[in-house]
């Protein structure tokens, strides 16, 4: 069975600084997307950013980034130039290729603060 | 645009009453729909999903379940609530194959006393 490990339950950033938030995961399979999604105090859940496993480019959106390690089967999320309003919880999400159905497999989440 | 409805957005009930949660889909047709609960201080987890009317699959067993009476509606629902069934619910869509961003609703906060 797939899963998802974030390691770090909380992480704090100054305003302006850079911050990276680590996700690993488990599978056997080759084809495969990877999310980061966004929760805020309002519990609305934002897609942040998404990988697919067969592009070997990291996706970029804007300040966020990420770094996909296939082979280490890592998948860390990179915030540039944090803002007040990205402090919430950042969840890491694996979804395998294919198939009917579609459900996510999601990490613990890693609560991000970011200081004035 | 598509939209996802979700309601209520709280909910207090008390334990051995009956639950309805609904979620609606706009602007798509035959979407995929799921059911999560979010524990406190955990991570989501899959509670139903369902490819289409009537297709309903349940990941977790439980005191919960749910239905798809119609394309875009999808409902969770419980005949006793258990205090273990708080927590915050969330529903979510995508389209079918070929398609693989979820999107979700606002959530519903459950509380069984």
């Known amino acids: 069975a797939q899963t998802v490990t974030q390691s770090q339950p909380e992480m704090s950033v100054q305003e302006a600084e850079t911050v990276t938030l680590s996700c690993t995961y488990d599978t056997s399979e080759s084809d495969y997307y990877l999310f980061w999604y966004k929760q805020p105090p309002s519990r609305q859940m934002i897609l942040v950013i998404r990988?697919?496993?067969?592009?070997?480019q990291n996706a970029t959106e804007n300040r966020f980034s990420v770094n996909f390690q296939k082979a280490a089967k890592s998948f860390s999320l990179k915030i540039s130039d944090s803002q007040l309003g990205d402090a919430a919880m950042y969840f890491c999400?694996?979804?395998?290729?294919?198939?009917?159905?579609?459900?996510?497999?999601f990490g613990k989440g890693t609560k991000l603060s970011v200081k004035p | 645009s598509q939209t996802i409805h979700q309601w209520p957005a709280t909910l207090v009930q008390p334990v051995g009453s009956p639950l309805s949660l609904e979620c609606t889909v706009e602007?798509?047709?035959?979407?995929?729909l799921y059911w999560y609960r979010q524990a406190a201080g955990r991570g989501l987890q899959l509670l139903f999903y369902s490819v289409g009317i009537g297709q309903i699959s349940s990941e977790v067993p439980q005191n919960l379940s749910a239905s798809r009476p119609q394309d875009r509606q999808f409902i969770l629902s419980s005949k006793k609530l258990l205090l273990s069934d708080s927590g915050f619910y969330l529903c979510?869509?995508?389209w079918g194959r070929g398609k693989n961003i979820q999107y979700f609703g606002a959530g519903t906060r459950l509380s069984v006393l």
């Open positions: 999400a694996y979804r395998k290729y294919g198939g009917s159905q579609g459900n996510l497999i």
């Open positions: 990988q697919e496993a067969y592009k070997q």
């Open positions: 602007g798509t047709s035959n979407p995929n």
């Open positions: 979510a869509w995508n």
